[in-house]
């Protein structure tokens, strides 16, 4: 799963939580932590770390395992991949896209509900007490939170265009992976034909990845 449709997981399973903002924050910590190469100091419940921090990184972890052998998630990153194997997309860059390209597009395609929207926002703004060992990494940490706040979300970040200049982005500094110009113009071709499955198997998604979790205790042991 994506950051934002980490998020979203703590506004849906715990809708009437007074902690539920904190939570989604710290839902999206695993990634940021990878998107700003920054290590925040995350304690375990024995160090008396904040409840909603804890559980928002044990959420994190418990939906990616959910979420990933979702059938119609396995279903949609093959056939993305097998569409820009077939652009002429080279292995590394399809590989990463087919995968990425499908949670930054389920993201956008949850995000189109305006109460998930203003939920992912103040999720942003909700922030966490975090700890860093090395200077260099807060302040990566701090450039990141600003620049997320400052995009916000809206319907045109849904675009082909946006979501492929995403990928390329996430690809950027992985050799093996990186998408070049020409990748990224089949790229784009390819998320673009992959729009209607996506956005028509969204709720489908969303149902099943909140039974699972439901299934796997989510709720019952507060994470």
Not at 16 to 23: K, P
Not at 43 to 57: E, F, L, M, N, S
Not at 102 to 111: G, K, Q, T
Request: charged share 25%; aromatic share 6%.
């Amino acid at each position: 799963m994506n950051f934002a449709g980490h998020a979203l997981v703590a506004q849906w399973l715990f809708a009437e939580d007074l902690d539920r903002h904190s939570i989604g924050f710290a839902a999206m910590i695993p990634d940021f932590a990878r998107m700003a190469n920054a290590r925040p100091i995350v304690p375990d419940h024995r160090a008396g770390a904040p409840t909603a921090v804890r559980r928002g990184v044990d959420l994190h972890h418990q939906s990616d395992a959910v979420f990933h052998p979702l059938p119609d998630v396995v279903a949609l990153m093959r056939e993305l991949g097998a569409r820009l194997t077939a652009l002429g997309v080279r292995r590394g860059p399809m590989l990463a896209t087919s995968h990425i390209g499908i949670e930054i597009m389920l993201d956008d395609a949850w995000l189109r509900d305006e109460p998930a929207r203003e939920f992912y926002l103040a999720c942003l703004r909700a922030d966490a007490p975090l700890a860093f060992s090395d200077r260099a990494d807060e302040l990566a940490w701090q450039r990141l939170l600003e620049r997320l706040r400052a995009i916000g979300s809206a319907p045109e970040h849904a675009s082909a265009a946006v979501v492929t200049e995403r990928v390329g982005r996430t690809l950027h500094n992985r050799p093996k992976l990186s998408a070049d110009a020409r990748d990224l113009v089949l790229i784009e071709r390819g998320l673009a034909s992959m729009a209607f499955a996506v956005n028509s198997a969204s709720a489908r998604i969303r149902s099943t990845l909140l039974e699972g979790l439901r299934a796997a205790g989510a709720t019952d042991r507060g994470i």
